[in-house]
């Protein structure tokens, strides 16, 4: 699992967080080997760590994986590419990326061209019970993801905190360089996700750092007339939900 993680954020997690870090692993380890169903695959875990720990201009904090088998990644909101119906979350998050962008409305659940546009998609929490969400929490997954978002403040960076839970980490980015918002589900996000307009609002954090901004933009996109189309029908969906 570790061998995922790129080389620069071993040398950024050091000290009593590897030993935090090297903890978690032997725990989760253990547990597969008990029969444990945990998520995602170990192979993806440390996903959101295997580009370069400078390369990151935007961070998007999430709580845990998705606790539906085959929809985490290890990448935060993420899914797989053809994965039906899309987690909830990502229905919202897709409906408010349209009408904040003006882009079409993505079919795909894969968030990874982000990542290669200096996006960070970290989970507080990188690993999960199957179908018992927050089954993880208090287990040392939080004072690694505090290192990293520790380290990501000393950057010219901004942050996209959706949520109490991701917004606990607001005072350490700093206030004036994140985007906060309640959570994306159903649960919430007509209190105040949708209409947050949280893509455009990052990348005018980030060029006031003199930072370039983002390119949202997401492959397999339908066209222009389709989008508001799908657009409205993820509205429709998520009250359903």
Same mark, same amino acid.
């Given at each position: ?22 903890? &978690?692993?032997?725990? *989760? ?11 995602? $695959? ?15 201009? +935007?961070? +998007? ?18 899914? &797989?590419?053809?994965? %039906? ?23 795909? &659940?894969?968030?990874?061209? /982000? ?8 989970? !507080? ?11 993880? !929490?208090?287990?040392? /997954?939080? &004072?690694?993801?505090?290192? *990293? *978002? ?6 010219? *960076? $901004?942050?996209?905190? /959706?949520? %109490?839970?991701?917004?606990?980490? $607001?005072? +350490?980015?700093? %206030? ?39 390119? /949202? ?25």
């Amino acid at each position: 699992m570790l061998a995922t993680i790129h080389p620069s954020w071993r040398g950024i997690l050091t000290g009593s967080i590897e030993d935090q870090l090297e903890s &978690a692993v032997r725990r *989760v380890a253990q547990r597969i080997c008990d029969g444990e169903r945990i998520q995602p $695959a170990p192979e993806h875990i440390f996903r959101a760590l295997s580009r370069p720990a400078d390369d990151t201009r +935007v961070l +998007v904090l999430g709580q845990d994986p998705y606790p539906t088998p085959g929809h985490a990644v290890g990448l935060s909101f993420s899914s &797989a590419p053809q994965t %039906r119906p899309l987690p909830k979350s990502l229905k919202n998050i897709f409906t408010e990326y349209g009408e904040d962008l003006g882009l079409p409305v993505p079919e795909s &659940a894969d968030l990874t061209p /982000w990542t290669e546009n200096g996006v960070m998609l970290l989970n !507080r929490v990188l690993t999960v019970q199957e179908g018992q969400a927050g089954s993880d !929490r208090g287990q040392g /997954w939080e &004072a690694v993801t505090g290192a *990293v *978002v520790d380290h990501l403040s000393t950057r010219p *960076v $901004a942050a996209i905190l /959706w949520g %109490r839970q991701a917004q606990e980490v $607001a005072d +350490v980015i700093g %206030r004036d360089r994140c985007v906060l918002s309640p959570h994306p589900s159903p649960l919430s996000a007509y209190r105040g996700f949708f209409g947050s307009r949280p893509f455009s609002r990052v990348n005018q954090i980030l060029q006031a750092q003199g930072v370039a901004p983002v390119d /949202w933009s997401l492959t397999g996109q339908e066209s222009g007339t389709e989008s508001g189309q799908k657009t409205e029908q993820l509205r429709e969906e998520g009250d359903a939900c």
